[in-house]
Nanobody
Framework: QVQLVESGGGLVQAGGSLRLSCAASGRTFSMYAMGWFRQAPGKEREFVAAIMWGGSSTYYDDSVEGRFTISRDNAKNTIYLQMNTLKFEDTGVYYC????????????????????WGQGTQVTVSS
């Protein structure tokens, strides 16, 4: 229903910052929530953060709470992930995802809670 394109990844030193963007196109009015996931080499894709599309509710994984901030700009059909105080273990491919089911998360979101995915953008944090 929607197309998602991530950007903003790159190489950064530990302690530094990056801001990721995800631009959505298509039937964006059908989205209920959007989120960020990441996948490190040899590991499963894991949840990072989510935000309600038509509201202000957010959900963060404990590993990024206080360091990352998810935000949205509905006029631009874009969400952002501001990543501060980056750690080596934050390294991975970051994926943007969209959820259409109109229910908020009772527990930590999983990949099964989202239906549309972007192609991913690489984030590498050097120690």
């Amino acid at each position: 229903q929607v197309q998602l394109v991530e950007s903003g990844g790159g190489l950064v030193q530990a302690g530094g910052s990056l801001r990721l963007s995800c631009a959505a196109s298509g039937r964006t009015f059908s989205m209920y929530a959007m989120g960020w996931f990441r996948q490190a080499p040899g590991k499963e894709r894991e949840f990072v953060a989510a935000i309600m599309w038509g509201g202000s509710s957010t959900y963060y994984d404990d590993s990024v709470e206080g360091r990352f901030t998810i935000s949205r700009d509905n006029a631009k059909n874009t969400i952002y992930l501001q990543m501060n105080t980056l750690k080596f273990e934050d390294t991975g491919v970051y994926y943007c995802a969209a959820r259409y089911s109109k229910t908020w998360f009772a527990t930590s979101p999983s990949v099964n809670d989202f239906s549309s995915w972007g192609q991913g953008t690489q984030v590498t944090v050097s120690s």
